[in-house]
């Protein structure tokens, strides 16, 4: 059986250590790092020089533009028409309470003055009432008196007679 692994690849020591460390911290071999750098370089067409990454940035503002892009289609299709319904809603609603307080507070003033009136109008009745009532008393009690004369006259007369 022949070796695959035939090619060597010389770094200097203070890169075999970071590469130890990178090795280390991923859990895996140098030799399995070292393939998946290079398949990940391979197929991601990145430059490893470029430390920026260009293709990220450029990426991450396209995407960025969408979402803005998106968001300012929603405001226009779905934030603004709601805020101009909610605008001409309220205008309405104050419309109404200001048109109902005026229309209460005039009824209101109407009842309020309505029951002053009728309560002027009872006072005068219950006052008419006793006048009605003594003066039906003092009738009644001069009957009584007319009577007790009557009697006491026809008594008298057949006392004489």
């Known amino acids: ?71 300012r289609s929603q405001e226009n299709m779905l934030l603004i028409p709601i805020k101009t319904e909610m605008d001409r809603v309220s205008l309405s609603q104050a419309r109404i309470i200001e048109s109902f307080n005026t229309q209460i507070l005039k009824a209101n003033a109407d009842l309020l003055n309505n029951q002053y009136a009728l309560a002027q109008k009872l006072t005068c009745i219950d006052a008419l009432m006793d006048t009605i009532s003594k003066s039906q008393k003092n009738k009644e009690h001069l009957k009584k008196q007319f009577l007790f004369i009557l009697d006491s006259y026809i008594k008298s007369r057949d006392a004489k007679r």
Do not use: C, W
Not at 7 to 21: A, C, G, L, N
Not at 45 to 53: A, Q
């Open 1 to 71: 059986m022949e070796d695959i692994n035939i090619r060597s690849v010389r770094y200097p020591v203070t890169v075999d250590q970071k590469f130890e460390k990178i090795a280390l911290k991923l859990g895996r071999t140098k030799r399995q790092v070292f393939i998946q750098m290079i398949d990940y370089f391979y197929k991601s067409k990145k430059d490893p020089l470029d430390l920026n990454d260009e293709l990220l940035k450029n990426t991450l503002m396209k995407n960025h533009q969408q979402y803005i892009g998106f968001i």
